[in-house]
């Protein structure tokens, strides 16, 4: 008997109703990078950590708007109709996740990096730390060393 299909897979059309439902609410690194390299209007990716995890280090482009302050400040930081992109340290934090609700409640239209701050360090995207604008190697566990992304 198969382990992966020990339980059997859901029919196709429930299949495409569910992943196109996550493809709704999450992003990944890659394209997040993407879109900002390209200058993507009306994005606005949203790092939702504290003071010292932004200070350590933070998305060339983000906004640093911690979750806790998202109610209050959303509206002077991030422009009405914006699409707004959360990220917080890695997949082992709910952070993005609560940024994003934060911000679907206030009617904006937003997804979650999946990955968070660990990924798009791990595939050598560029920082901001105190020394400046950096980059780490590519983690050859999320991308290939010789490109930004997995061409998937």
Request: hydrophobic share 45%; proline share 7%; aromatic share 8%.
């Amino acid at each position: 008997m198969t382990r992966a299909f020990a339980v059997p897979a859901a029919d196709p059309s429930t299949a495409v109703a569910h992943f196109l439902a996550r493809l709704r609410f999450e992003t990944d690194v890659a394209d997040v990078h993407t879109d900002l390299t390209a200058g993507v209007p009306d994005l606005v990716v949203v790092d939702s950590r504290g003071d010292a995890a932004w200070a350590q280090g933070h998305l060339p482009a983000a906004v640093h708007l911690p979750t806790e302050l998202i109610a209050e400040r959303a509206a002077g930081a991030v422009p009405a109709g914006a699409r707004v992109v959360t990220y917080c340290w890695g997949p082992g934090c709910d952070g993005a996740t609560r940024a994003a609700l934060e911000f679907a409640r206030l009617g904006y239209p937003v997804k979650e990096m999946r990955g968070g701050y660990e990924y798009w360090v791990r595939e050598g995207l560029p920082v901001v730390t105190a020394t400046g604008l950096t980059h780490r190697p590519v983690d050859d566990l999320t991308a290939p060393r010789t490109a930004v992304a997995c061409d998937c």
